[in-house]
């Protein structure tokens, strides 16, 4: 007995806790499912980057669960702020993006060649992504409530801050601005921007790749854009293509160097077949750079094999799909570009990340969201995750709010059918008496009157 009553507590218990969970329940699921596999995965890859700082494996698996904990605090406060107020700090969000950016350009922190970093009262971030947020957010609120009725006022009041923004990002990463400008030509198409208005931006954004390419060239302006370049060059070029006999041993080292990440990545995914070595089990983590980051997901497929790959995959791709059932029914525009935006910043990201890993794709530098290895991206992903679940709960808060009003109308006219029915009766018991208290003449006289005035109302 006592044990079926510790179980009841139990499963009382957390039905109490599932139900404080307003919202798309799916993505609840998903976010705690992606989060739980990244402890495991950063455990199993972080071997080289242990070995790198002098540290252990369980040391850097005890900083991704303070990430893990940091993210989950950034879904709840952002789960918990209304939608009104995103609406409200839309732009200045993006002017603090624009801000952090050019401060970085300034005062940043180079890693790996990239100046991609800003560090704050000793806390290091990524400004870049934060202003994928505030992108989206600003293209949300400006496409609900700004008049575009010509090409003019479309380019200064969309395209001009998000291309600023897009230009910035640049500096530091070349794949990240030219996802990021993917991201918002979706938006824009999906959101219903006229046609002509979107291949008058597409001729603008050709010239304008141009013109960073010639001040790159002339001035050096864009650091990152050379290994970009390079990376496409070595993708697109094949191997009969290259004349390595004519090579000498430094030309043939720095070639295998420029080629080790997606090599051994390869190399990962070959090994890890259709059930995978196991957990744990990885080689490839010890030769791979950057196994816990940018290439967690080849060693995915090295322990769990083609199965691990396409369940991570089909988590994101179910979080995607939840999130277009959201869109669907969002009653506002910026609702619905805020969650489309944010489930497309996230989908698209995976992929990227997963066509590099898979070897589809040149080398981008692209995280796995909520999976791989990050402080910034980490908490910045699990913000983006509270401000949809934000919105799912708005909605459903407004049906519960309709259900509620239409239940309470129901019970309304109910109780007025069965007041008019007592009433009614009522009326008929005292009529009864009336006619019981007079005597046969009276009545009969009564009765003819009665019937002549409801034939006059008839009439």
């Known amino acids: 007995m006592a044990e079926k009553e510790i179980n009841s507590q139990q499963e009382s218990t957390q039905k109490d806790v599932v139900s404080r969970l307003h919202g798309d329940k799916v993505i609840w699921v998903i976010f705690f499912l992606l989060s739980l596999i990244s402890i495991a995965l950063i455990y199993s890859s972080s071997s080289s980057l242990a070995h790198m700082k002098g540290s252990t494996n369980f040391a850097i698996l005890m900083k991704q669960i303070r990430f893990v904990v940091l993210g989950v605090a950034a879904l709840f406060i952002c789960y918990k702020i209304p939608p009104r107020w995103y609406r409200t700090v839309s732009l200045f969000a993006l002017l603090l993006a624009i801000a952090l950016l050019v401060l970085t350009l300034v005062a940043g922190v180079k890693t790996n060649d990239a100046q991609r970093w800003l560090s704050i009262g000793g806390i290091q971030f990524q400004p870049a992504e934060f202003a994928k947020i505030a992108i989206v957010l600003y293209l949300a609120r400006a496409l609900e409530i700004m008049k575009i009725d010509t090409f003019k006022s479309f380019l200064l009041k969309i395209i001009a801050p998000i291309g600023v923004c897009i230009v910035l990002i640049l500096v530091g990463s070349v794949s990240s601005a030219i996802y990021m400008a993917l991201i918002c030509f979706i938006i824009l198409f999906i959101a219903g921007v006229k046609f002509s208005y979107l291949m008058k931006t597409i001729g603008l954004g050709a010239a304008a790749v141009t013109l960073l390419i010639l001040l790159h060239v002339t001035f050096g302006l864009f650091p990152r854009m050379d290994t970009a370049l390079e990376r496409i060059k070595r993708f697109t070029q094949s191997e009969e293509s290259i004349d390595t006999e004519k090579m000498d041993k430094r030309a043939l080292q720095r070639l295998a160097d420029e080629t080790l990440q997606a090599d051994m990545a390869e190399i990962a995914v070959h090994e ?180 002549a005035d409801q034939l006059n109302a008839e009439e």
């Open 272 to 451: 890890g077949g259709i059930l995978g070595k196991g957990p744990g089990k990885s080689t490839q983590r010890y030769v791979l750079p950057h196994p816990y980051s940018d290439y967690i997901y080849s060693i995915i497929l090295e322990e769990y094999g083609m199965w691990g790959g396409m369940l991570v995959l089909m988590l994101y791709v179910w979080f995607f799909y939840r999130c277009v059932l959201i869109v669907k029914e969002c009653r506002t525009v910026f609702a619905a570009i805020t969650v489309g935006g944010l489930g497309a910043v996230i989908m698209v990201q995976a992929m990227l990340h997963i066509l590099v890993n898979v070897g589809i794709f040149p080398v981008t530098g692209h995280t796995l969201p909520l999976i791989s290895l990050g402080g910034t991206s980490f908490i910045i992903i699990s913000a983006a995750f509270g401000i949809i679940l934000s919105i799912s709960r708005t909605k459903e808060d407004a049906q519960a709010l309709l259900d509620e009003k239409e239940r309470e109308e129901k019970e309304q006219r109910r109780l007025e059918r069965k007041r008019q029915q007592e009433k009614d009766a009522q009326d008929a018991m005292q009529e009864q008496a009336k006619q019981d208290a007079m005597s046969q003449e009276e009545r009969d006289a009564y009765l003819r009157q009665r019937y």
